[in-house]
Nanobody, 123 residues
Framework: QVQLVESGGGLVQAGGSLRLSCAAS????????MGWFRQAPGKEREFVTA????????YYSDSVKGRFTISRDNAKNTVYLQMNSLKPEDTAVYYC????????????????WGQGTQVTVSS
């Protein structure tokens, strides 16, 4: 099994920045990619970004492209989400997830999930 522990959420003003971290432990061998999803109250959980652990290729949703950056430190089994130019519509619970599959943006393909961390952007 894989355990994911997130940190870095909080309250920021619009235009500010946050960096989220997701540390993986357990049987992480075989993980193909890790991704970030978010869920706002009353809305479906949606894909934000993902990174392939081997090679580091990335994919972003249109809503965050140019503002968010995903990165990984394989030696530390940690994935980061740097969020800049935050907007009120970015307010959500952010979840880290891991997958052994190959479809980065498919929520149903992710095997393990973190507990979620709240990101609130005030106007």
């Amino acid at each position: 099994q894989v355990q994911l522990v997130e940190s870095g959420g909080g309250l920021v003003q619009a235009g500010g920045s946050l960096r989220l971290s997701c540390a993986a432990s357990g049987r992480t061998f075989g993980t193909y990619a890790m991704g970030w999803f978010r869920q706002a109250p009353g809305k479906e959980r949606e894909f934000v970004t993902a990174i392939r652990l081997s090679g580091g290729s990335t994919y972003y949703s249109d809503s965050v492209k140019g503002r968010f950056t995903i990165s990984r430190d394989n030696a530390k089994n940690t994935v980061y989400l740097q969020m800049n130019s935050l907007k009120p519509e970015d307010t959500a619970v952010y979840y880290c997830a891991s997958t052994r599959g190959i479809y980065f943006s498919d929520l149903g393909k992710y095997d393990y999930w973190g507990q979620g961390t709240q990101v609130t952007v005030s106007s």
